[in-house]
Every structure is written in structure tokens, then in C-alpha cells.
Nanobody, 123 residues
Framework: VQLQASGGGLVQTRGSLRLSCVAS????????LGWFRQAPGKEREFVAA????????DYAESVKGRFTISRDNAKNTVYLQMDSLKPEDTAVYFC?????????????????WGQGTQVTVSS
């Protein structure tokens, strides 16, 4: 399985970015998907997750109301729409496939990881 994340970049405070993650080599639609991030000097943290059908989503408190996760199973792609960005959102963002169809918020609930895409929010 390979996951390819893209869409990161440099944006000003209150700006928006849309991350994409394309998966290959696995039955994409039966697994939950997640986004995590790691800021410099910090541990990787949960950002958002979506179950196999897209009917359930979960978000970290720090991004609720600003970020939206979605998926297109026909395109084997998961998205993270990030609005009202803040400098504290600066991090490398990783997508991952879960071990099963339901949402998880812990790293050990995810099996395959993408390479990460850098998001930098300037103040």
C-alpha cells in the first residue's frame, strides 16, 4: 500500500489549504482514514478521521469547526479542507489508513502512513 499526500504549502493566518491523499494497492473503501500532524519538537497528534463510508467523522478539539475531512472512494482519495488557519497549525501532515472500518484517534490504530506534506502558516 502506498499513500501519497499533497496540497501543503505556505499560507497566511486565516487562509485555507486543501490536502489530498491518494491510496493505491489496497481495497480503499473498507477502511477508515485519518490525518495526523507533527509540529517541530512535538509528538505526532491526531487531527481528523473518517470511517469507511464517510458517515462518521471525528476531529481534534483544536481543529473543530475549521477543518473538514472527506473521502471519495471512487478516487481512492481522502481530503482535509483546512480553513481559518492559525500559526499553531504549522506542521507536517500525514494521512494514514486504519486497521479496520471504524474511526480511531490513536496512532496504533493506523497501519499504513503517507510521507507527509508540510503546512506552514505565517502570522
Amino acid at each position: 500500500v502506498q499513500l501519497q499526500a499533497s496540497g501543503g504549502g505556505l499560507v497566511q493566518t486565516r487562509g485555507s489549504l486543501r490536502l489530498s491523499c491518494v491510496a493505491s494497492g489496497r481495497t480503499f473503501s473498507i477502511y477508515a482514514l485519518g490525518w495526523f500532524r507533527q509540529a517541530p519538537g512535538k509528538e505526532r497528534e491526531f487531527v481528523a478521521a473518517i470511517n469507511w463510508s464517510g458517515g462518521r467523522k471525528d476531529y481534534a478539539e483544536s481543529v473543530k469547526g475549521r477543518f473538514t475531512i472527506s473521502r471519495d472512494n471512487a478516487k481512492n482519495t481522502v481530503y482535509l479542507q483546512m480553513d481559518s488557519l492559525k500559526p499553531e497549525d504549522t506542521a507536517v501532515y500525514f494521512c494514514a489508513t486504519a486497521r479496520g472500518p471504524q474511526i480511531g484517534i490513536f496512532e496504533n490504530e493506523y497501519y499504513y502512513w503517507g510521507q507527509g506534506t508540510q503546512v506552514t502558516v505565517s502570522s
